[in-house]
């Protein structure tokens, strides 16, 4: 007996369709190619790094400063006045003609015999001469106090208990403390030779007729004519004022809050004058009160007039002369081995200073601490390393961790 045995076919093959498992291995090549076009569209059109200009963290010398405008303008100025009624004789100088102490004669007048007899006016020029003795005698003393007080900052210095800030702002006290005792005796002769007109009036040395002559009083040149024309003058009409232009100094005017900051024998340098070298000035007094000026944008500030005196010689400032705009920047701190950074690599986040650390072609985000700084630098104290390589002006475009390309490196 034989047994047949069929094999019967699914219901799937019997139909003519495709079985789920076999459908499913189709799709497998599919879905791949699928997902490998995705992921190149999506490497292909994820954001490229972002195009930036770095810096360098370096040590070298800084300065802390402070800078604005300021004035030149003569220390001394000599107002030469009638001093007595007459006739004034035509004045031949002009601003800019060079004079010499007790040599030249910047003008002339015809007194009336009055005048000069005058008690009134006599009894006045005895009282500004032994004013001008008086002041004499101060500048004097300030001047010998000065000297020994630098005699014993130097003595200190030798012994190694002074500083040389100290010393040389004991040395500057002296200099200036001289030339107040050279402006105070130039005063006093003027009203010394005011003085001799009435007593020679009064003995009867004075003949009639003979002109008054008005000498110079110290070598320099005519800064000013008032009286140019020949005609009658009173007692104390300017007549021309006189001054040594090579006796300069610069009135720098500062915000009321950073006046504080300052100190007498600060270093000063002069830029923008109109030569090809900066000039050299030091502080020498600091107005103990402030005036109110309105700024160029209309906000009213409260400001400090600053003298400070020239130090760079005549010969490197040729040209130079009274009322001559410069831009004033005050060294109020310097280093030479300081720890610094660029400026515009610094950004504020929170309460604290920020930059941009660039570290594996990205972007990381590191807080500092500051010191001293000025318009260009900044003291780093902590927070970056000597070599570290930061991200100038970063904005908004930059943000933690994100890919960078750098353009140019500032030194």
Known sequence: MQVQVIMGRSSDESEGRVPKRQLGRRWIPTLLVAGTVVALLAWGLRPGPEPVELGKVVRGPLEATLREEGKTRLKERYLISAPVAGMLRRISLKPGDPVQAGETVLARIEPLPAALLDPRARAMAEARRDAARAERDRARAAWDWARAEARRVQSLYEAGSATPQELD???????DAAQQLAAAEHRLRIAEAERKLFTDAADG??????QVELRSPVDGQVLRVYEPSARVVSPGTPLLEVGDPGDLEVVIEVLSQEAVRLQPGMP???????????????????E??????VSALGVEEQRVRVIADLVSPVEQRPGLGDQYRV????IVWSGNDVLKVPLGALFRRGPDWAVFVLEDGRARLRRVVLGHRNEREAEVRQGLREGETVL???GERIHENQRVHPVSISP
């Open 205 to 210: 040395t004075l003949p009639e007729g003979e």
């Open 327 to 330: 831009e004033a920047v005050v």
């Open 392 to 394: 100038l002006y970063p």
């Open 169 to 175: 702002a004991t040395v500057w006290r002296e200099k």
């Open 288 to 293: 103990p009160s402030a005036f109110t000026k």
């Open 268 to 286: 000063v340098r002069l830029e923008q004058w109109g030569g090809e070298t900066p000039l050299e000035a030091r502080i020498r007094r600091i």
